[in-house]
């Protein structure tokens, strides 16, 4: 049954994701990973070739899954101040409640090798763009070409630290400073500054 | 003096051959080897390679991050004393490209221990940023990590110019760097000004 092989594939696809983030990259094996998965080692290298195989897919997986909840839950969020607000919202949620999985995401990656870092800013370069319609707010503006990189790089530091700490569950409590960091490109402090209080009071 | 000098051979060669082969493929006999050592000699210095890839990593963000602050002095006022911080971090990252991507691209490699090494070195920085809060029209409404959220813009634009290989023409940047910097504390409009000013 085809459907069956998809999703012993998927259940090891979600394991690697999940131990890689509990006990690092370069710490977790293929042993690891099929036992999170509950499947055998026969079935593990019937779909990869190895560990970094695995993880190379397991990581384009769940940068698509991330995005898709993403687009989902703001693609009819209007103005764009709102719309970012809610993808911001939405990622945060789920580093927040699937620590392992924003470890993962963030910070291990940088550990399985050039291929995979090439994975992780491809992901980034996809919020950038996602986020490229905030120039249309201001049309008069000059405003430099690489706003979106400061703005993705300003908020990415910050997660990252707070991952590295080990506060992934306490995210949601950084997202007025976040949205802060996200919008001081485009609106400037003082339009910035309102929509970090209004999210303070929201939270 | 004789140790020192291995010591730093072992570090210089933790850079050159990290650079070259990778973090992961670089081996204790390939250090050895670059630096001039011997193995005993290495490990009399460093429990593994790990250490010696961390203290590396230490010794490079200490030159940066001296080479920046003794700029920045050279200026009385921010933003002039931030500009000129960054401008001698950019050259000097230019001159060095080994260091460069090591310092701000690659440094994952080697695991957790050199991800908190990386966040630390880019934390000294703070000082360039922080002094904008006095000249922020909105000073006191902006949030404690602004600096925090400037360095990571800067640092964003920097590490996508090392990854697309454009390390040498990193100063060119110094414009983009500057409006990173001066937005959050002045707004995009007074950032777009001051950065012609300071052209």
């Given amino acids: ?203 | 003096m004789v140790a020192r000098s291995q010591r730093e051979r072992a570090l210089d060669a933790a850079v050159d051959v990290v650079a070259e082969k990778g973090y992961a493929a670089t081996t204790v006999a390939d250090l050895t080897k670059e630096a001039g050592i011997s193995r005993t000699t290495f490990y009399e210095m460093f429990p593994d390679k790990e250490a010696c890839f961390l203290a590396a990593y230490d010794a490079a963000a200490d030159v940066l991050a001296r080479r920046v602050a003794a700029a920045f002095e050279t200026e009385a006022v921010w933003p002039a004393r931030a500009r000129a911080g960054l401008e001698a971090l950019l050259g000097s990252l230019a001159d060095e490209p080994a260091i460069a991507r090591l310092a701000l691209v690659d440094f994952g490699a080697a695991g957790p221990a050199a991800q908190r090494r990386y966040r630390a070195a880019l934390l000294r920085m703070t000082p360039l940023f922080d002094e904008g809060r006095d000249f922020a029209p909105e000073g006191r409404r902006l949030p404690p990590n602004t600096s925090r959220m400037a360095i990571g813009a800067v640092v964003g634009l920097i590490a996508d110019e090392i990854a697309a290989g454009r390390t040498e023409q990193l100063p060119g940047l110094l414009p983009e760097i500057l409006f990173a910097t001066l937005s959050p504390y002045l707004g995009p409009e007074a950032a777009t000004r001051g950065v012609s000013e300071e052209r």
């Fill in chain 1, 1 to 203: 049954m085809a459907t069956d092989i998809e999703s012993r594939r998927d259940a090891i696809l979600t394991a690697m994701v999940r131990v890689v983030g509990r006990k690092g990259y370069d710490a977790t094996s293929v042993a690891d990973v099929i036992e999170e998965a509950g499947t055998s080692r026969t079935t593990f290298y019937k779909h990869f070739d190895d560990k970094h195989d695995c993880f190379l897919a397991s990581y384009e997986r769940m940068v698509e899954q991330v995005f898709d909840t993403i687009v989902a839950e703001c693609d009819g969020e209007r103005p764009w101040v709102s719309r970012v607000r809610k993808g911001l919202e939405t990622l945060i949620q789920i580093f927040a409640l699937e620590p392992e999985l924003a470890r993962t995401a963030v910070v291990e990656v940088a550990a399985a090798g050039a291929d995979a870092r090439k994975l992780h800013w491809d992901a980034v370069n996809r919020f950038k763009g996602y986020l490229e319609a905030g120039r249309e707010l201001e049309p008069g503006k000059e405003l430099p070409e690489q706003i979106s990189v400061m703005a993705v790089g300003a908020v990415s530091g910050l997660i990252f630290d707070e991952l590295v700490a080990g506060r992934a569950e306490q995210l949601p409590e950084l997202m007025p400073d976040l949205l802060f960091a996200m919008l001081v490109p485009y609106l400037g402090p003082g339009a910035a500054a309102d929509e970090m209080r209004r999210a303070a009071q929201a939270a």
